[in-house]
């Protein structure tokens, strides 16, 4: 096997060549930072989506979800501490006139010398740092006044408790339960980056998850391993992949703990999920500011509550990098080098493609009937054009799992080989259990082929 060959020139390269990711507004010579997904990145984003969906709804009972409003009421950031305290500290320097991150300098160029980190060089002339506000903000109606002025999300979290009250009285619920949602948040980064591991407009995973006083700790220590266990089970290789609990010094103001789920990029070890104890630091917040009652009534007691809460929040993007970094793979087929993307079957944008060997015969239409077998239940793919080598060439480097072929055999006794992206064992299977086979591949154990032994 292959060392591991992962750059991430490799994978912003790979991203665009087969339609993953761009960068946006290309046309207008790009806009810093902004990506957009392509076809194959949008199947293999929203696979990512739907695993941690059915990891919290389908999986659980004591999980709902919510698409709560990306502009919400300005009074919500004021009672979050956001419009007070959700700054990063910014430099300028005078020389070159580029701005940095005061704490992340080492991830910034020197404007005269990109090879140095800003300050490092003789002419950097740093200001004393100073803090900027992260938030966006714009106006709602057609007046451009103060009372005009509104954000747009910089988290999903915050929706989640503006709607606390509703959940304890449709959702009949009690804590503990959680509530889960997934949506843009925005957030205008001092310096983004990396491709989609920084950006001003991302996507997030997060819930809250609320509980009784008494037992966050306990909840706390549950979600950290829940959270880790779900990126391993879906392929991540363990020994790129560690929990890191934050020093005193890091932790955000609403937080007793956090610890983060790293994982080791070609860029290093980065923040991949954070899951924090936020305690009732938002529930109280809000009730103070909304003159509003957010506490529960314990049925056993009679005693009212405001819950604490455990927050594991997570990035869609990042993930879907980290899945991308730990599935890139290079090694040699028949003498031939080929880039294949190991990714979990569950993930995969295309889990089967269907090729004819040639374009006659009959076979077109064959493989086309086995098209329609499986589509209902999986996403599958046709393709015709050149080489069967070739072709399987291209289903590796997006990462579908198993390609197809109808053969002259195939013809003659309704077989097709059906050929491992990862073992490259070809097996002949009748077309009539065929989409049995394939959904039982599917929901078999998977380790990532990178590991070894
Ligand atoms: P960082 O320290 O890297 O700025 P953070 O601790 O501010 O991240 P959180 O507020 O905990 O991030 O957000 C939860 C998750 O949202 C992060 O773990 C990450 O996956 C994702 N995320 C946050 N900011 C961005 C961004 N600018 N671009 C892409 N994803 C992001």
Redesign the pocket.
Known sequence: MATDAVTMEKIVSLCKRRGFIFPSSEIYGGIGSSYDYGHYGVLLKNNLKGRWWHALLQERDDVVALDSAIIQHPRTWEASGHLAGFTDPLVDCRTCKLRFRADKLEDGRCGRRPSQAPGAGPDCDLTAARNFNLMFETTVGPVRDEGSTVFLRP?TAQGIFLNFKHYLQFARKKPPFGIAQVGKSF?N?IT?GNF?????E?E?MEMEFFVPPGQAEHWYEFWKQARYDWYVNLGIRPDHLRLRAHEAGELSHYSSATSDVEYLYPIGWQ????IANRGDYDLSQHAEHSHQKLEYVDTATGERHLPQVIEP???A??ATLAFLCDAYDEDEVDGEARTVLRLHPLLAPVKAAVLPLVKRDGQPELAREVVGLLRDQLQVEYDEGGAIGRRYRRQDEIGTPWCVTVDHQSLNDRTVTVRDRDTLAQERVAIGSLAAELERRLRARWRSPKLSA
């Open positions: 988290e957030r980064e983004p989609v591991f920084r950006m001003r991302f997030q923040e991949l999920e954070g929040a997570a990035g993007d990042r």
